[in-house]
């Protein structure tokens, strides 16, 4: 399927506590990703949630698949550029990128297996 990712990323710092970590996959998991599939927008397919732990520090990013650019817009309004990250997950994170970047899809997993 070709379409257009918005990619948000997030990072944690310090990991002397790792329940950061977890806090906020479980925010985005379990509070802000349905929350998003519960408002069934038009064109929206979806998100990965991704990890990397890397030394003493955690990056998550955020996939969220969309058929086109003007379904992203419709997703996020006008500055539909400006990353979402709630209240209670930047509570737990060191920083965070404030836009988000979107990418047009050339080629999906069932086009190169």
Do not use: W
């Not at 990712?5 to 997030?10: G, H, I, K, L, S």
């Not at 970590?21 to 349905?34: C, N």
Request: proline share 4%; hydrophobic share 40%.
């Amino acid at each position: 399927m070709k379409g257009v990712m918005r990619c948000d990323f997030a990072l944690l710092e310090r990991l002397d506590d790792p329940a950061n970590a977890d806090s906020y996959q479980r925010i985005v998991s379990e509070q802000v990703l349905p929350g998003i599939a519960a408002r069934r927008l038009d064109g929206y397919h979806g998100a990965y949630l991704l990890r990397r732990d890397v030394d003493h520090e955690v990056e998550f990013a955020t996939v969220m698949i969309f058929d086109s650019l003007e379904n992203v817009r419709a997703f996020a309004g006008k500055d539909y550029e400006t990353a979402y990250v709630p209240p209670a997950a930047q509570a737990v994170l060191a920083r965070f990128d404030e836009k988000s970047a979107h990418y047009t899809t050339l080629l999906t997993p069932e086009q190169t297996c």
